[in-house]
């Protein structure tokens, strides 16, 4: 349909506009364990699993020191330490402790990147599990561990009487580099606010997903445009501020979020983090960025 065809059109200029989603790894937060899903989240049937572009070793790089070398002699009262006496370990820098890349709350900002070969390893299509009104036939991928709470989410939405769209999902490293190298083609001067460097998108994370509205257009007055600031403005735009903690989901660039994310205010790039997280952070009044820098040691620019 000429709609969806202006749409797709849409999406990939939107894609690359959108800037969202970098990369980096942070510890893991000391009080919150919020990996389990809400407990509204349905049963679902065994998801199709789409892991080609995944890249064998991919968290290797992240694992946590689980084994830190100590002295293994003590010198005498009377004697000078042995040379064997002498700790042996290298100290251990910030990259030894990054966080895997696949954990939820892996930082990702235009400073702090993902590997190049970094991908998630339990991709599922969205297409298998929501309707094309709401997926408008978009191929996207989103990880295993956020489908649960999205369908109960979208299912809730529409029973609310609004109609959210889902415009993009997962992006692979490869697809970043290629929308990067288009910006900087093309509008080299705005390149570094209208996209993200490849490895510096949340989108490489799985777990993020960038919301639509019907209304959008009418508001802004351009015709099928789908993303703008003014999605906050929207039906769907609204209840996503509101509620959308409550299934696990976060705002990640809200307003005044760029001097430590990079990105301008994004009001439908929506991350999972998980319900306690998510909650966590909305009755706290911050976002995961600034509350992981604020709060944990700098993770290391691989
Ligand atoms: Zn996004």
């Known amino acids: 349909m000429k709609k969806y065809a202006l749409i797709w059109l849409g999406i990939v200029v939107g894609i690359s506009i959108l800037a969202g989603c970098g990369t980096a790894s942070a510890s893991p937060l000391p009080t919150l364990a919020p990996t389990s899903p809400p407990p509204t989240a349905p049963t679902l049937p065994p998801p199709t ?15 946590l020191p689980t084994n830190i070398p100590q002295p293994t002699a003590t010198a005498t009262p009377t004697i000078t330490p042995s040379p064997t006496a002498t700790p042996t370990a290298t100290p251990i820098g ?36 929501l309707p094309v009104e709401v997926t408008l036939g978009y191929p996207t991928e989103l990880r295993q561990v956020a489908l649960g709470p999205l369908i109960q989410m979208i299912a809730d939405m529409q029973n609310a009487g609004l109609q959210p769209w889902i415009l993009s999902g997962y992006r692979s490293y490869s697809a970043q580099a290629i929308s990067w190298e288009k910006w900087n083609r093309e509008e080299p001067e705005r390149a570094a606010i209208l996209s993200a460097r490849p490895g510096h998108s949340e989108h490489q994370l799985g777990t993020t997903l960038d919301f639509g509205s019907p209304e959008l257009a009418d508001i802004v007055g351009i015709e099928d445009i789908e993303f703008h600031t003014y999605f ?45 997280m998510a909650t966590f952070l909305r009755d706290a009044g911050t976002y995961l960025t600034e509350y992981q820098l604020i709060n944990q040691p700098e993770p290391c620019i691989p």
């Open 232 to 276: 906050y403005q929207t039906s769907e735009g609204i209840w996503l501020a509101e509620n959308a903690h409550r299934y696990g989901f976060t705002l990640s660039y809200p307003r005044g979020a760029q001097e430590l994310t990079g990105f301008f205010y994004e009001p439908w790039h929506f991350r999972y983090v998980g319900e306690e």
């Open 94 to 129: 910030p990259c030894d402790a990054r966080m895997p890349q696949d954990d939820l709350f892996t930082i990702v900002t235009q400073t702090y990147g993902l590997s190049r070969d970094y991908a998630p390893q339990d991709l599922v299509l969205l297409t298998d599990y």
């Open 49 to 63: 699993v789409h892991d080609e572009t995944a890249v064998a070793g991919a968290t290797s790089i992240a694992q």
